[in-house]
């Protein structure tokens, strides 16, 4: 981590991206919560959320944008974008002002897609594969610390100066993470130029990341264990009014105690996947995510308590060991359409067991979506620790020799094939 420290450009990046997930933190939560004003409806409030997640379906598209351009300016312009597409929202005063948040909605989810595609890219160029670790450790817990305290910050502007408020406050946090972007110095090299169609370039990510075995084998037990992840959107508050018999509003509770546990798993997760690298890493990730709702089925405060602390701790141990792996294991010119290739992937997948879930609860006990939630992540947690293909697998199998890039402190490394075109790495 002091190494990564002493790396002035990610340092630039760091204080950028941290102001930007303030923000996001600070409006995600809200923009549900402001239709629910407005409206009254639990359904047009939850309408928002899905309008956020509906952008990750057209990802690759996103993807195939992103390699064609350089990381950097990409990330200035989709920064400065985000700010003018949450500005609209000081026009809303009304009921009738709704489709103005929606459409915000829209836009906000494009963004995250966007900028976390480019962000795995400028990441890759930027630094050696040894530090990609602590980076990526570092930015979850910094989001998951943001997580604790961004809603309440949202909440209480929200509340005092109202709406309006919060997104200038968001708007101000993109412009501040472009700014230190615009401040950020790097030679990155030049995008290839299309070789063939570009919907036959936009599937080369998902190619290229099936015939890798490793990537193949992490983002597969990944989306498996996202058939069952989303049914904690529903079965938690059956957890809470049925098993806690506490009110609703109690899932706060339970949802910022698994964020204390999320920041521990931040912290811990370079430790963890220097020691057993990425792919057990998201294994155990899995593992500690699964059980840890387990206990919730006695029905013990202090019991559910401490199994939440544990899921929070495996989620971040999943997340950094995938966006390691990822990006280790990609070639530079491929890594927004591999990054959106893995995002459909998994994303997917859990959007569909959050609808399913809500379906099942109606008709079975809370305490079997549980168990099988915990069931079906131990068998992936098996499928991904007990067989391990080498990383050698993934980047060794693109043989070519490196281009360096010149960064204004130092010089990194970077795989990108001399005499291979985008499609032909594809079908590796």
């Not at 930027?126 to 980076?135: G, K, R, S, T």
């Amino acid at each position: 981590m002091r190494q990564l420290l002493r790396h002035r450009g990610f340092r630039l990046l760091f204080v950028g991206l941290a102001l930007s997930m303030f923000g996001d933190s600070a409006m995600l939560l809200l923009l549900g919560i402001w239709v629910k004003d407005l409206t009254g409806s639990n359904a047009a409030a939850g309408a928002t959320f899905l309008l956020l997640g509906a952008p990750a379906l057209v990802s690759p598209l996103g993807g195939y944008v992103v390699d064609k351009v350089r990381r950097r300016p990409f990330l200035i312009w989709a920064n400065l974008g985000s700010a003018a597409v949450v500005l609209p929202l000081i026009a809303v005063t009304g009921r009738e002002h709704v489709w103005i948040i929606y459409a915000v909605a829209v836009g906000y989810g494009a963004s995250l897609v966007l900028i976390g595609a480019a962000m795995n890219g400028l990441l890759k160029a930027m630094l050696p594969d040894d530090l990609l670790v602590a980076a990526n450790a570092a930015l979850q817990t910094i989001r998951e610390g943001f997580r604790l305290i961004g809603p309440i910050t949202g909440a209480g502007l929200y509340a005092a100066f109202g709406g309006a408020a919060v997104a200038v406050f968001d708007a101000a946090t993109f412009l501040a993470a472009a700014g230190c972007l615009l401040a950020l110095r790097l030679a990155e090299p030049r995008p290839e130029p299309a070789e063939h169609h570009w919907t036959r370039e936009m599937a080369a990510g998902a190619r290229y990341l099936f015939a890798m075995p490793v990537l193949r084998r992490v983002v597969l037990g990944c989306a498996v264990s996202s058939l069952v992840l989303g049914f904690s959107e529903s079965f938690i508050f059956a957890v809470v009014e049925e098993g806690l018999g506490r009110p609703a509003s109690f899932v706060g509770v339970l949802i910022s105690v698994q964020g204390i546990g999320a920041v521990v798993g931040g912290v811990t997760a370079a430790w963890l996947v220097r020691r057993v690298g990425e792919q057990v890493a998201v294994g155990l990730g899995l593992l500690f995510f699964g059980l840890g709702y387990l206990p919730m089925i006695l029905g013990n405060l202090p019991v559910a308590l401490a199994g939440v602390v544990v899921a929070g701790v495996g989620l971040p141990w999943v997340l950094v060991g995938l966006y390691t792996l990822v990006q280790r294991g990609t070639p530079w010119q491929l890594m927004g359409r591999v990054s959106a290739a893995v995002d459909v992937l998994i994303g997917t997948p859990q959007v569909l067991s959050i609808g399913v879930g809500a379906l099942l609860l109606a008709f079975v006990d809370y305490r079997l979506l549980i168990v099988t939630s915990a069931i079906v992540m131990t068998a992936c947690t098996l499928y991904l620790v007990v067989r391990r293909p080498p990383l050698s697998g993934t980047t060794g199998e693109v043989p070519a020799p490196v281009v360096p890039v010149t960064e204004h402190l130092g010089t990194t490394v970077l795989p990108v094939p001399r005499g291979q075109t985008v499609d032909e790495i594809g079908r590796q």
